[in-house]
């Protein structure tokens, strides 16, 4: 059984920490993020650190205790460095652009693909095919690539569509004749 809520979080002195009514407030040079602490577990803040105590010896304790602490780390994370994912747009004629709040996905269809960028989320494109997305919010950030590789899965025969940059299509052999 792992045991990685018994470990504490630490964090560096830009980082403000504020702990009240069962929710935790991380601000620092990224942004600022929230989460609501479940009753199952506890949160002592330490002088640079946070650690998290199991309330409950029972299973559901137990899951809540390591989940808490690995959504801190997160935070931490995300308000010191901040996460980036990288996608790429693969296929002849499939090209994005980002004018203002909104990203324009050129994908074969008949008509463009409009995506509305939220205010948490940074895109940045490296030529028309290369998308670089970063947030403090890793779970938003994760949200939002996944709904951008939804508008054109890849696919297995010819490997077009929009992926992670680090990702292996397997790829399949097309019919015989």
């Known amino acids: 059984m792992s ?12 980082v403000e920490v504020k702990f009240e009514n069962k929710l935790l407030r991380l601000k620092g040079p990224k942004g600022l993020l929230e989460m609501q602490i479940s009753n199952l577990v506890d949160v002592k803040i330490g002088d640079n650190n946070i650690s998290v105590e199991n309330k409950e010896n029972t299973k559901k304790g137990k899951a809540n205790w ?15 460095k901040g996460f980036t994912k990288d996608l790429e747009i693969v296929g002849v004629g499939y090209r994005g652009a980002v004018s203002g709040k909104k990203l324009t996905l050129n994908l074969g269809l008949s008509h463009a693909v409009e995506i509305e960028i939220p205010d948490d989320i940074e895109v940045k494109m490296d030529g028309n095919t290369k998308l670089s997305i970063s947030s403090a919010n890793k779970q ?6 996944s709904v951008l590789r939804s508008k054109r899965p890849p696919e297995p025969f010819k490997g077009k569509g929009i992926r992670y940059v680090d990702e292996y299509i397997i790829r399949k052999e097309g019919k015989k004749k």
Not at 66 to 80: D, E, P, S, Y
Not at 140 to 145: H, I, P
């Open 66 to 80: 390591g989940t808490t602490r690995a959504l801190i780390n997160n935070m931490v994370i995300g308000v010191t």
């Open 3 to 14: 045991r990685i809520g018994q470990s504490p979080v630490y964090f560096l002195e830009n």
């Open 140 to 145: 938003k950030l994760g949200e939002f690539c």
